[in-house]
């Protein structure tokens, strides 16, 4: 009997374990724009696109281009938090990181508390890229699951 009980434990774990999971991504921008020029932002898109209708297949016999439209590819629902910029007149300045992570810190609690696991979180920068650039974002993809 409790050979059957531990096999039906196992094989119910395996079944839950199946399930679809849902994901979701929440981008920040953080500008690294020197004298505090750029905007930093969180963005939650609050409604969902299915890529299949903006993907086409290229192939040896068809290689048309793909004509989605820009129009129906925007999302036009999402979330924009404000976060400062990493610089300011003076600098690079570390209240603003601060304060950035804070926000951020509450937007990963409130997604924990409503269900969602942090899965994956990853991040890329584009600086500056010499004189006269005056240019740069940090961007970091956060990637929640349910």
């Not at 932002?41 to 890529?51: G, T």
């Not at 820009?70 to 979330?79: C, H, L, S, T």
């Amino acid at each position: 009997m409790k050979k059957s009980m531990s096999f039906l434990f196992l094989v119910f774990t395996f079944v839950i374990g199946l399930e679809a999971q849902e994901f979701k991504v929440i981008t920040s921008v953080e500008s690294i724009v020197p004298n505090g020029m750029g905007r930093s932002r969180i963005i939650n898109a609050q409604e969902a696109k299915d890529y299949k209708e903006f993907t086409s297949v290229q192939s040896e016999e068809d290689n048309t281009r793909n004509k989605s439209d820009r129009g129906e590819i925007r999302v036009k629902n999402f979330e924009e938090t404000k976060l400062l910029n990493f610089y300011n007149l003076g600098g690079i300045r570390f209240q603003n990181i601060a304060a950035n992570d804070a926000l951020i810190t509450s937007m990963i609690n409130t997604m924990i508390s409503e269900g969602w696991e942090l899965a994956f979180v990853t991040s890329a920068v584009e600086s500056e890229g010499g004189k006269g650039d005056g240019q740069g974002i940090f961007i970091t993809r956060y990637i929640f699951k349910k």
